[in-house]
């Protein structure tokens, strides 16, 4: 049998080097959450499957993971639900499913805390859990980082995820990206001027596929969809336009001034780019682009992608605007702004540029076991009194196993008593990495350690 | 319908001041595991259910959560399997299961991962689910916080792991605690020293139930099993011998002289105790307790456990020896030693003991947000660049509820740009505990918050 076939197709197991660089990425994202005012909080894995249900689409239903209720699931079942089909015996046998997203679970945790204050912001790392097909880089498991701010309309909210997005990649030594904005209600104005207000949402999905598929094939796309000639010609003539974020504002808003919304949106789009300006000094990476269109049913204001401009991945980070937390027809009325990051795809990209941090060793020093000796065990002692990490190889071995245990390991010193000497103060300190070999009292070694 | 109840029975939310409170418990506990060389590993939440099932026996399976095989379950089920009962059913019908402990989870990490060196030493922290009936203190979804050392016999492992407990909980400012240590060993001599070897498992079971019910209960159930009075006697004899460590090694040594293994287990116990001494220097909190028994079918050497002394709320930690990581017949032999925390019976020691770090705020400063002025914005972002936490109040509202906002989310200060000043570099700083005003420039602020 083979060794990996014992784990679920779509799951992985992360060893202590992936480990140590996932809570790196962790920490970084978890201190500039909180740097900026947002504190985490954790749902559960389980939900009530009737909560949920419905709310994600049929398509997105399938990829929920169900599970089956304890005990004699079949106590209450008849042959005759047996004949109606694997859905409905379903919702007769499983009441619990596991967490979809963390969407959802906000909104049901701001339900069930009803004192909350507002604006409350949250952030939340946990994984979720989808039935998808696995392929290379898809998981079915894997680690969402959300941020919101529900409960606040200010677009200052906006330019603080701004903000916060690009303060969290710079952290990561992750420089060279931009910001790309849009906001719901341009592309809605946009519908609307080229005549095609009816159709709004197809255009939604295909300027969503430019980028991806290429112009030619989207405008095929609107073609097949019925869109006029005539409208496809405004639209290219809007999407030809090239310029600065001011200069595009100032072209839309002349170009489209016999619609409604599109003064107040674009006059948002000015003030996100001037608050952010404010906020993030010199940085010029925020980039006003028509193209982007995500979250189509669910967004209603601004819209925000960060897209890496030397690895193609898709986008590494997005989030934007909406009205309703959840968009269920009683949903409460949680309006705010949100974004996630996708955990994989920034292990992948800051992998690929080689920025994890070098030379971070988690073990500094093992301690060869010779004879179990004392003075062994008190220079142990000592040297996690200062706060190093030190461990004794437990067996008495050869030397060369214990000195290999501590390569596998890249543990970076090995302290070894030294037998020539006649006094039992004195310690080989061999550097792993050069091989070099000194000799020091323990005093010395404390102090190298300290 | 109640709020709470769209949460699942036995589960839980964590709120901002829960989450801070644990991820200090996990970071203190983490650093000490790293400190001691023991490395972080993670598993998938879900396993393959063929793989676990058999392993924790039938009364610990009907706590498994089952998952449901995604799309049309039923596609291969016959309305026979249907009339075969639920267990039959769910083979067909469920591949997968949720984590049930850290175990089985680690074993089969082992497996998967061969080229694994040697001694391996783990830590794992992450969530499991039983599907327990929920009551006061006992969850269906809770975590564990489980060290390994597998693939070494040597007592230093089980020196380590003491000193280890020791130092985490002293890091809680936890002191007033016994680490319990006895020996599977010892207690399988004592049932031969008795004279009953075949009902040594009933002994196990008695002995561990010394501590929740009483000496004479205990009597009385192993009557109930067939113990002779002769035997009860000499058990009587050996339970009531008081003394120090030492003394009860020596009483037992001299007592049960005639027994194969007894000298070994109190060698191991003696050098336990020897190596430990060393490490903890000063520490005489490790006490040899022959009413100590757990694990009955798993452990095979030493085993230990922690009590607190001023607070009765059972073991909070505890682990021993075993020469198979998982007793299944033909599981491969990671011999080694263990112990897990259990996180909540933590927490509530912590917080009974009123030992989380007081005034420890997550932000730090919050900019209350007058009129949108620069001014507020400039201070926010060099508050940020020397690490502060700090956030503006989205919305520009009444100034009174931006303070209860404030008060509400525990920030300590708040920055209100003073309007009677001529320029725009006079700011009024609130000391939200105390509610004193005074008024500086922003160099003095950033120098305050430096």
């Given amino acids: 049998m083979n060794r990996n076939s014992f784990l679920l197709s779509g799951f992985r197991d992360f060893n202590p080097n992936q480990m140590i660089n996932r809570k790196y990425i962790f920490k970084n994202i978890e201190n500039i959450f909180i740097k900026y005012g947002f504190l985490p909080i954790e749902t559960p894995v389980l939900e009530k499957f009737s909560l949920f249900s419905n709310i994600y689409g049929s398509e997105n239903e399938k990829l929920i993971f169900n599970v089956i209720n304890s005990g004699n699931f079949l106590s209450t079942i008849n042959v005759s639900d047996f004949y109606k089909g694997y859905k409905h015996l379903l919702s007769l046998i499983s009441f619990k499913a596991m967490r979809y997203d963390l969407t959802f679970p906000f909104y049901r945790y701001m ?35 959300d941020a919101d701010i529900v409960g606040s309309d200010s677009l200052i909210s906006e330019s603080e995820m701004l903000c916060m997005i690009n303060e969290i990649l710079t952290s990561f030594g992750i420089n060279k990206f931009n910001i790309y904005i849009n906001h719901r209600l341009v592309l809605k104005s946009i519908s609307k001027y080229i005549g095609e207000s009816l159709k709004e949402y197809y255009l939604y999905i295909g300027i969503d596929k430019i980028d991806k598929i290429g112009k030619y094939k989207v405008f ?21 336009f090239k310029g600065n974020n001011k200069k595009k504002i100032f072209f839309l808003k002349k170009k489209i001034s016999n619609c409604d919304y599109i003064t107040s949106a674009l006059d948002d789009i000015l003030n996100i780019l001037k608050y952010s300006s404010l906020f993030f000094n010199k940085k010029k990476n925020i980039v006003f682009d028509l193209k982007l269109s995500r979250g189509i049913s669910y967004y209603s204001g601004a819209i925000f992608e960060v897209k890496l401009n030397n690895i193609n991945i898709g986008s590494i980070c997005g989030g934007g605007r909406y009205k309703k937390l959840i968009n269920i027809s009683n949903s409460l009325n949680f309006s705010g702004i949100g974004f996630s990051f996708g955990l994989d795809r920034l292990y992948f990209v800051i992998n690929k540029l080689n920025l994890f941090p070098k030379n971070k060793f988690s073990v500094m020093v093992m301690i060869a076991n010779i004879n179990l000796n004392y003075a062994c065990f008190n220079i142990l002692s000592d040297l996690r009194l200062k706060g190093n990490s030190v461990e004794i190889y437990p067996d008495v071995i050869d030397l060369s196993k214990q000195l290999i245990y501590a390569n596998k390991k890249s543990i970076p010193f090995v302290l070894i008593i030294n037998y020539k000497s006649n006094h039992l103060d004195s310690f080989i300190l061999r550097n792993m990495l050069t091989g070099e070999q000194n000799i020091y009292n323990k005093k010395s070694i404390i102090n190298i350690f300290s």
């Fill in 220 to 240: 095929k796309y609107f073609i097949n969809k019925g869109f006029s000639y005539l409208s496809l010609f405004k639209l290219e003539n809007i999407f030809n």
């Fill in 111 to 145: 339900i069930s805390h009803e004192n909350q204050y507002f604006p409350f912001k949250r952030y939340q790392i946990q994984p979720v859990w989808r039935a998808d097909r696995p392929q290379k880089g898809r998981y079915r498991e894997f680690y969402q980082c």
